[in-house]
């Protein structure tokens, strides 16, 4: 069995005691964080919603920009490039 | 779109309180100079809820190439979802592009296994994902939802 809460707008419309227009007003603000799902669908982790009700929501600050030169990593290490494609003439042909 | 290294140390640290805020787990990011002149970073989040066997991660990497004046551009990146509790992956990559473009003809391909670790198709193909907030929002969606991730929808590429 998973745990893994989500909340829907209606779900924090009830908690709050408001309405779900004010609650995707929220989320389309920024002032509630949500996982957009599609247009029309969005989900809260209950661990959000919690920080969004402590004040806890922290506001972005810049990354450190490190000082020290690296190797450059690898994106996709260990990953097996794809064999060539066939040649689209052959693949109609067959 | 070319940005300052500033905008990137800016948008670094927007994906990581993006992460923090839904609840993950994110260490402190920081902007990485390369040997080849590139910059990037790699950050992983833990995400809320389940351990077992172990907590869902995602991780986000980007690689940005010197664009002149100052200015970057990203040329690869790669956002994945490894849901351990869910036994699942998902992924959204672009890297070794010349490669893809001569193989697949696509920049940006995809990784799906409803299976962790027995994917019926090693690359998917991909459209490209234009910021990191696109990608993590993408497997967020993944994650959240407990139905099949619908790898069986997508074209493989080989």
């Known amino acids: 069995m998973q745990d893994k809460p989500f909340l829907s707008p209606n779900d924090i419309a009830s908690e709050l005691a408001v309405s779900t227009s004010t609650v995707l007003r929220l989320i389309h603000e920024q002032r509630l964080p949500a996982i957009r799902v599609s247009e029309r669908i969005y989900r809260i982790p209950v661990a959000a919603f919690e920080k969004y009700k402590a004040g806890a929501l922290e506001s972005p600050s810049p990354a450190r920009v490190s000082a020290e030169v690296k190797k450059r990593p690898r994106i996709g290490a260990g990953e097996r490039l794809p064999e060539a494609a066939e040649p689209i003439a052959r693949v109609r042909s067959a | ?158």
């Open chain 2, 1 to 158: 779109m070319s940005q300052s290294l500033a905008q990137i140390a800016s948008y670094l640290g927007g994906l990581a309180v993006y992460l923090r805020n839904l609840g993950a787990e994110v260490l402190e990011p920081v902007l990485d100079r390369y040997d080849s002149g590139e910059i990037g970073f790699a950050i992983t989040a833990q995400l809320p809820g389940s351990n077992d066997p172990k907590p869902a991660l995602i991780t986000a990497q980007e690689i940005w190439q010197p664009a002149g004046s100052g200015r970057f551009e990203r040329s690869e990146y790669g956002y994945d979802l490894i849901d351990y509790p869910a036994n699942r992956r998902r992924a959204f990559h672009m890297h070794d592009v010349s490669e893809y473009l001569s193989r697949l003809g696509v920049t940006a391909h995809e990784h799906c296994e409803e299976v962790l670790g027995k994917p019926t198709c090693d690359h998917y193909l991909g459209l490209p994902v234009y910021s990191g907030y696109e990608g993590l929002n993408a497997l967020l969606a993944c994650w959240s939802d407990p139905g099949p991730l619908g790898c069986a929808k997508l074209r493989c590429a080989r």
